[in-house]
C-alpha cells in the first residue's frame, strides 16, 4: 500500500483494556542510596503489569520507522494529557519489548492518536503499529 511515498509494509493491532494511566502525574519520590529519585505511580506500575497480558507482540523487538497511533477511550469526561498518555504507552511498549526504544527513529510519529472522553463502560486503549518503509 503506498501512502504519500511511503509503503506500509507491517501492520499490528490489539487493545489494552482499563483506565489509561499516564507515568509522569502522582510521581513518587523514592530514596535511593541517599539519592531521591522519582518513580512511577503504584497506579502506573499496577496498569503497566496488567497490560503484560493483552500485549500479544512481546519481544518483537521492533527497531524499524512506525507510526503508533494510540485511541485512548477514558472513563470520564475530565481533560487529558495526550502527550502523557502516549508517552506511557510508549514506555509500556519497551518495558515488554513491542518496540527496541521510543526514539525518533522507530516511534516516527502517532499519527490518528486521540482521545475519546466519556466511555465509561468500556476504557482502553487501542493500539495499531504500522511500519513505515521507504
Request: charged residues 20%; aromatic residues 8%; hydrophobic residues 30%.
Given at each position: ?17 482499563g ?36 500485549i ?6 521492533i ?16 481533560r ?37 472522553l ?17
Open positions: 500500500q503506498n501512502c504519500g511515498g511511503c509503503i506500509q509494509t507491517m501492520k499490528l493491532k490489539f487493545s489494552v483494556p483506565n489509561p494511566i499516564t507515568k509522569k502525574n502522582s510521581q513518587r519520590m523514592v530514596n535511593v542510596h541517599g539519592r531521591v529519585i522519582p518513580m512511577p505511580s503504584k497506579q502506573f506500575v499496577a496498569y503497566q503489569k496488567d497490560a503484560e497480558k493483552y500479544p507482540y512481546k519481544w518483537y523487538n527497531n524499524v520507522p512506525c507510526n503508533i497511533k494510540c485511541v485512548y477511550y477514558m472513563p470520564t469526561k475530565r487529558v494529557d495526550l502527550c502523557n498518555l502516549l508517552a506511557a504507552t510508549c514506555d509500556i511498549l519497551v518495558h515488554y519489548g513491542v518496540i527496541e526504544d521510543d526514539n525518533c527513529g522507530i516511534a516516527y510519529s502517532h499519527d490518528g492518536s486521540c482521545v475519546v466519556g466511555c465509561k463502560d468500556n476504557p482502553r486503549v487501542e493500539i495499531e503499529i504500522t511500519e513505515i518503509g521507504e
